[in-house]
Nanobody, 119 residues
Framework: QVQLVESGGGLVQAGGSLRLSCAASGSIFSRVTMGWYRQAPGKQRELVADIRSGGNTNYADSVKGRFTISRDNAKNTVDLQMNSLKPEDTAVYYC?????????????WGQGTKVTVSS
């Protein structure tokens, strides 16, 4: 079982920065893909960024050049550095761990941390 706990959310003015952190428990952290997703009111949860065990990263077009995802396998953490924040970034941000099995993928989720960007 993978347990995920997010931190770092809060209120920030447009143009500001925040860093989100996710701490994972369990022994498989270094072998799984980690990601950050977000969900705004009335919208579907969407991928913000993910990072594979080997370090390959992927970003949503809306955050490219502004956000950076990183992981520290020794500390079992994954971070999301968010710069040049926009009001459109306001959402609840969720940490995700994706573990492939033989026939399907299993997702583990944190409780979420709220990010509010004021105009």
């Amino acid at each position: 079982q993978v347990q995920l706990v997010e931190s770092g959310g809060g209120l920030v003015q447009a143009g500001g920065s925040l860093r989100l952190s996710c701490a994972a428990s369990g022994s498989i952290f270094s072998r799984v893909t980690m990601g950050w997703y977000r969900q705004a009111p009335g919208k579907q949860r969407e991928l913000v960024a993910d990072i594979r065990s080997g370090g390959n990263t992927n970003y949503a077009d809306s955050v490219k050049g502004r956000f950076t995802i990183s992981r520290d396998n020794a500390k079992n953490t994954v971070d999301l550095q968010m710069n040049s924040l926009k009001p459109e970034d306001t959402a609840v941000y969720y940490c995700n761990a994706r573990i492939p099995t033989i026939l399907y993928e299993t997702d583990y989720w944190g409780q979420g941390t709220k990010v509010t960007v004021s105009s």
